[in-house]
Structure formats: structure tokens, C-alpha cells
């Protein structure tokens, strides 16, 4: 049997619940997207279709989405499509949920500070020792003098930090009076 993989680009409108099953922990919440096109005859951009979809998250994945992604978050999903079917007093019912194997921040509408989860060592057989990753012995991959580029002075961070607000705020100002290429 084939399965439909899907990648979906929108918001999340849910916050994520996650619970604890008797086959392991599930996160589940819903994500909203809305085309946004161009449309010469308003010389703007307007909100085209929207699709909404459920989504769910097994195993490692359920934990750090959990964790990590709450309600409004711009997120990236990717998974495999099916439909839900139940009955209900209305008659049979359905909806699209995705079964998602990735999900991350779209970072083309901000930043996020990632953070590698820590795994419970496992013992492996000696002949099929993976290549050890430096990052993981606290190595690095390069012979630098370890100095930072460039140190925050906490007194100033703040200032900067709502400069560079200001900055975002203009640069995004900017581009959006700038129209998009019309699709053909």
C-alpha cells in the first residue's frame, strides 16, 4: 500500500496536548494554511484558500514538539497524509490528520535557538562502531583559539535588542510594499 507524504507550511492554531497511550506518547494540535497571493486588481497581496489539518506526533518527536512548539508558531511539517473517518449524530464524519515524521520552525518569519536532545547511551558491538561525532565528545571541527566573536554587555543588550526591533519592523515594512511576480 502507498502512502501520500505531505509538507505543510502555516501556523499552529492549537496548543499541543500531548498524552500518554498504551503504544507511547502522542502530541497532537492543528496547523492553519492560507495562500497569500498577489493580486493586481487591488495592487495588494490578499489571503487565497485556507487548509486546515490535525497533526500528530509519536514517539521522540511528541516530546520535543511538546516542548518546543506552542499555539501561533510558524511551523514546517512534513508526514504522511489519511483520512480520520467516524460516526457521529450528524452522519459519517471525516477530516485530514497528518502523521508527521519532521516538524520545525519556518524560519523565513523568524529565528530559534535549537537545542540537541540528550540520548541514554546505548551499548553497540565493537565491529560496527559508528565514526565517533566530535560534537558529541565536546571537540570541535576546527583548530580556532575557542575566543568569542563578540561579547553582549548586558547594560546595552536591551537597547539593541529593541533597535533591532525597530530595524525589522522598517525592513519589513519595506518589503512588503515591493509586489510579488504574478504566477503564470
Not at 487565497?48 to 518546543?68: I, M, Q, T, Y
Not at 501561533?72 to 450528524?90: A, H, K, N
Not at 540537541?116 to 561525532?133: C, F, I, L, S, V
Request: aromatic share 6%.
Amino acid at each position: 500500500m502507498s502512502t501520500t507524504e505531505i509538507t505543510v507550511t502555516g501556523n499552529v492554531v492549537t496548543s499541543p496536548t500531548r498524552n500518554r497511550t498504551q503504544h507511547g506518547s502522542v502530541t497532537n494540535f492543528r496547523v492553519a494554511s492560507t495562500e497569500r497571493r498577489y493580486d493586481s486588481s487591488v495592487q495588494g497581496f490578499v489571503d487565497g484558500a485556507r487548509f486546515f489539518v490535525d497533526v500528530e506526533c509519536w514517539g521522540e518527536l511528541s516530546g520535543n514538539v511538546s516542548h518546543s512548539v506552542s499555539k501561533g508558531d510558524p511551523v514546517i511539517v512534513r508526514g504522511t497524509l489519511r483520512t480520520d473517518e467516524w460516526d457521529s449524530e450528524q452522519g459519517r464524519r471525516s477530516r485530514p490528520k497528518v502523521r508527521a515524521a519532521a516538524v520545525g520552525f519556518d524560519l523565513s518569519r523568524g529565528t530559534a535557538d535549537f537545542r540537541k536532545t540528550q540520548r541514554a547511551a546505548t551499548a553497540t558491538p565493537q565491529g560496527d562502531e559508528p565514526p565517533a561525532d566530535p560534537a558529541d565528545a565536546g571537540e570541535r571541527d576546527y583548530t580556532g583559539a575557542g575566543v568569542p566573536l563578540y561579547e553582549l554587555d548586558p547594560d546595552s543588550s536591551a537597547a539593541d535588542g529593541a533597535l533591532d526591533s525597530a530595524f525589522d519592523d522598517t525592513l519589513d515594512t519595506a518589503l512588503h510594499v515591493l509586489p510579488e511576480p504574478a504566477l503564470q
